[in-house]
């Protein structure tokens, strides 16, 4: 806990703030109320001990004054002069406990430990908020959920890992594409993990420079750096409990490198501008669509990291190595964008579920996604044709032809013969009968018999 002292004898300042750091706990203390409500504008504090005389000020006056300005802060009166009635006036003008001089450690562990329970009972009030907030934004944004079944065995197996490892307090590492929905995975391995009443807390890695990253994971102090105006806690801080997720981990800083290796491997870390070691309790799940492996090997990323970060690694595959899947995500953003506009559409016309099937998506969910939904609004009849979806660039064309991550395609070294195969055994992977196949490919079924014999296929 992060607790301020507020106390004019010098004395009892530094033998509570010696007993509470000893229990783990962040200690700060300060004599007079100027200086009380100057740290309580600067930071957030879980706990406060007033002492009621303050020299020549009045306890009960600055009492009033913090629960004026911070209604939900939690302060524990020190006394002296004890009696029924200070503590009714205390406890009358918003102090939460009541604590009197000479008090022993034991009685000062049972006020934090009370204090704890009262703040867990608040977050959890604050946790509800929250998810109620995220519920309705969701809504606000008519996002159809994130599907995580799937058809395809290797994606099947991946997602079987993931969260089978969700209820361990081992690090994530998850690999993929742009768009492939790694940050809404990383959610829900927190979700389905022992944390999921604790903070989920992201940092986009690429979206701050250096020195703005180092401070907003693990903040700063006063004057650590030109704008630091105060002393500022990190993302670390935020995710104290719970799950601090990485985003686009491959473009971390070499220099902040070593600084999330100490976060992993010793469980502690230093505000930017300052000496004093805190202790961190956080799991970490990090997320890339680069080949960190590949980094390690061009020195651009720590080795020693990048294995503290694989405990558990899985690869999200993009959607053209997911061909059942691809169709069925298809058919799912349709019903709920039509749903959302109130329009009867009855599904994809077979050319454009063959232009659906055939494009390779370096988008992946988000670009069929943002596709469906616009062919929805345009679309002329009750099916979707293919005028009503976004044409490929001929470069992304090119570029997956000469990939080959899906085998065979336009633009590829390839000859007509490789690529009509290749497109044949694509389609009929996904297709649900041999008629709809022959339909989409342009031929009878007979011709589809023929060429499947030819080609070998079963």
Known sequence: MDILIIDDERSIRMTTSMALEHEGHYVE???????????????????????????????????????????RQLVT?????????????????????YLEKP?????????????????????????????????????????????????????????????RAAA??????ILGESGTGKSVIAREVHHRSHLREKPFVTVSCPSLSRELLESTLFGHIKGSFTGA?????????????????????????????????????????????????????VRVIAATNRDLAEQVAAGEFREDLYYRLNVISVRVPSLRERPKDLVRFAENY???????????????????????????????????????ERATILARGEYIEPIDLPRPEASEVIASGRAGSNGPAVGGEFSLEQLEEAHMRRILEWAPTLQEAAAILGIDKATLYRKRKRFGIS
């Open 29 to 71: 203390s300060v004599d007079c109320s100027e200086a009380a409500m100057r740290r309580l504008k600067e930071e957030k504090f879980d706990l406060i001990f007033l002492d009621l005389r303050l020299g020549d000020e009045d306890g009960l006056e600055l009492l009033a004054e913090i629960v004026k300005k911070y209604p």
């Open 77 to 97: 009166i020190f006394t002296a002069h004890a009696s029924i009635e200070t503590a009714v006036k205390a406890t009358q003008a918003g102090a939460f406990d």
């Open 103 to 163: 008090f022993t450690p034991d009685q000062l562990r049972a006020i934090v430990v009370k204090a704890r329970k009262a703040l867990a009972t608040e977050g959890e009030v604050v946790r509800l908020q929250e998810t109620v907030r995220e519920l309705k934004t969701e809504a606000s944004l008519n996002t159809p959920p994130l599907d995580f079944a799937s058809e395809d065995t290797r994606t099947a197996q991946e997602f079987d890992t993931l969260f």
């Open 168 to 173: 361990s307090p081992a690090s994530v590492l």
């Open 229 to 281: 105006v105060k002393d500022t806690w990190g993302k670390v801080h935020a995710a104290e409990g719970g799950t601090l997720f990485l985003d686009e981990i491959g473009e971390l800083p070499m220099e902040i490198q070593p600084k999330l290796l100490r976060l992993l491997q010793e469980r502690e870390y230093e505000r930017l501008g300052e000496n004093k070691v805190r202790p961190s309790n």
């Open 334 to 372: 349709l019903i709920h964008f039509s749903n959302q506009i109130g329009r009867k559409i009855r599904g994809f016309s077979p050319e454009a579920m063959r232009v659906i099937a055939t494009h390779s998506w370096p988008g992946n969910l988000r670009e069929l996604r943002n596709a469906i």
